[in-house]
């Protein structure tokens, strides 16, 4: 998906399977490109949402195995450093935990630019 008027992508999408201990599973990636600015004439999307769907079907043993762990661990912990970890780690292991129920297999990521530097290497 091209924007018209700037012409600049504003949306790709692509699938693929990712392979897993009990085989290929369909993944499915959208990934929209928003709030472009000019940088020394370059057009930089600022923003970027990325749609994952089909990991819970993707998520092996050994990754449901590790969560479960993780979770073990959290319940030992002191219940400030438990709060901590839980405000740090909490969206994601709520997604986590809902791809492996089947109650959602999709990951949203919004990612912003907060600098672009030109030449920094240079």
């Known amino acids: 998906y091209v924007d018209e008027r700037m012409m600049v992508p504003r949306r790709m999408e ?19 490109l928003d709030n472009y600015l000019p940088i020394e004439g370059l057009l930089i999307p600022y923003q970027t949402t990325v749609r994952i769907e089909g990991l819970g079907a993707a998520l092996d043993d050994e990754t449901r195995a590790q969560l479960q762990e993780m979770e073990r661990q959290l319940a030992d912990l002191p219940p400030d450093q438990r709060e901590m ?4 780690l909490g969206p994601q292991m709520e997604q986590i935990r809902q791809m492996m129920a089947g109650g959602g297999d999709a990951m949203t990521m919004e990612i912003r630019v907060v600098d672009v530097a030109i030449n920094a290497g240079r």
């Open 14 to 32: 692509f699938s693929g399977d990712a392979i897993t201990d009990r085989g290929p599973a369909e993944v499915r990636v959208r990934v929209d």
């Open 85 to 88: 970890m839980e405000r740090m």
